[in-house]
């Protein structure tokens, strides 16, 4: 009996730790240039960085963090801004049509998105569009209690808590940029998501 | 007769333990192979122990600029290297040319560069911990802070 219960104990232990590992997300970065015909393609696993970002010490970057400089924040609270978002229903926030832009940005499903046509060099060379999606989550673990840094470290942290996002899209006549978080260690095209 | 038997043991132990030694931090795989038609094939297997002992002979003040470079960055360089030791095999970069393609990745605890241009074929595998090892090792030759 005793035997038996020691083989379940053990059994229920590598049962709990099988499941209980956490999958390893992946930040994918991949740059198609199409004049060259040339894919760049950047696969980082996020526990690495999540190590390797506080190591560094360079520059603004310290610990994880990096320091805004109080001139640059011109008395702009983003934390109070980022809190009210928090805490506000989805919806568009800001929509501006212009010229040469046009600018929208909405909360959606948890996620705060941005999306950025620039049309100023659209006659000539098609326009460039900038779609960003990034988990609520992770832009407020961006912005610790203190206004004038930034946490990186957090933000990569709340990044692999986070389900699987394509997050950022750049699309110009030359280039395509997309950057987006999934459990694949290659660099296989991210489904369509949001 | 049996002192010779004896000799020969001794002899064979000495080779497999040496032989244990020099593999037991791995081997640096360097290929090289020039597509033109009398292009030059290199195939390099070399155990990671003997890059060790050759840093030791570079003359320091061939070292001291790498030296100041790498130091800064040694934390750096420590966390990367753990952090892929403790990834899974990972292709970290991978560059799609017309015409080249170059793939940088982890395998097995080894660091592997596969450079493909149309005049050459580069195959390196590293084992992560000599990057480290290394990249200490070039530190130290330069003056201390």
């Known amino acids: 009996m005793k035997k038996f219960m020691q083989v379940g104990a053990v059994v229920c232990l590598l049962g709990s730790a099988a499941f209980g590992a956490p999958t390893e997300k992946y930040l994918h970065v991949r740059v198609t240039n199409t004049s060259d015909k040339e894919v760049v393609s950047v696969n980082v696993p996020l526990s690495l960085a999540e190590k390797v970002v506080p190591a560094i010490n360079h520059g603004k970057l310290s610990q994880g963090k990096v320091t805004i400089d109080e001139g640059e924040m011109k008395d702009v609270d983003v934390r109070a801004i980022l809190e009210a978002v928090k805490n506000s229903p989805d919806g568009e926030y800001v929509t501006i049509q212009g010229k040469d832009q046009d600018v929208r940005v909405a909360k959606s499903k948890g996620n705060l998105v941005v999306h950025v046509t620039d049309k100023s060099k659209a006659k000539e060379k098609g326009g460039s569009k900038v779609d960003v999606i990034i988990p609520m989550s992770v832009v407020n673990a961006l912005m610790p209690s203190d206004k004038h840094e930034i946490d990186l470290v957090a933000a990569i942290h709340a990044l692999s808590n986070s389900g699987e996002k394509l997050m950022v899209t750049v699309h110009d006549s030359d280039d395509d940029v997309k950057v987006w978080v999934d459990a694949e260690s290659g660099s296989n095209e991210p489904s369509a998501k949001e | ?145």
Not at chain 2, 103 to 118: C, S, W
């Open chain 2, 1 to 145: 007769m049996l002192l010779v038997g004896k000799i020969l043991l001794g002899a064979a132990g000495s080779v497999v333990a040496m032989g244990a030694m020099i593999s037991s931090e791995g081997f640096v795989n360097v290929k090289v192979r020039e597509t033109k038609p009398d292009g030059v094939h290199l195939h390099i297997i070399a155990p990671v122990i003997l890059m060790n002992i050759g840093l030791h002979f570079v003359p320091q003040r061939n070292l001291k600029n790498a030296a100041e470079q790498v130091k800064p960055w040694l934390p750096v360089i420590d966390a990367t290297v753990k952090g892929l030791k403790d990834s899974e095999n990972v292709q970290l970069v991978e560059v799609t040319g017309p015409d080249h393609h170059v793939k940088v990745a982890t395998d097995g605890g080894y660091m592997v560069v596969d450079v493909t241009d149309p005049g050459d074929e580069v195959h390196v595998a590293l084992p992560l911990s000599e990057i480290d090892r290394a990249a200490h090792e070039i530190a130290a030759a330069g003056p201390t802070l």
